[in-house]
């Protein structure tokens, strides 16, 4: 586990990385206004998996996505 704390100093370096965490199937933990989440890319089957093991889920329970636009939520529907 790495804890990579992002501010303006460093924000390209560390948004960058993090996101490449995720292209490579890797979990992150952000804060939102009210709970943490937890996020992996929704269109890496190994990346959801190791979502659903993380949470402790079902297989049959849905999970939900954030989405970037109309074209990607043809992509996972």
């Known amino acids: ?10 924000l390209e370096e560390q948004v960058q990385e ?3 965490l995720i292209k490579k199937g890797g979990a992150v933990i952000y804060p939102t206004d009210t709970v943490y989440g ?3 890319d929704a269109l890496n ?3 959801i998996e190791r979502l659903i ?5 079902s297989d ?3 999970i939900p996505i954030i989405i970037r636009d109309i ?3 043809s992509q996972v529907a």
């Open 1 to 10: 586990m790495k804890i990579v704390k992002i501010n303006q100093a460093n």
């Open 18 to 20: 993090t996101s490449q």
């Open 38 to 40: 937890l996020g992996v």
């Open 45 to 47: 089957k190994k990346a």
């Open 53 to 57: 093991k993380i949470k402790g889920r």
């Open 60 to 62: 049959g329970k849905p």
């Open 71 to 73: 074209e990607m939520a």
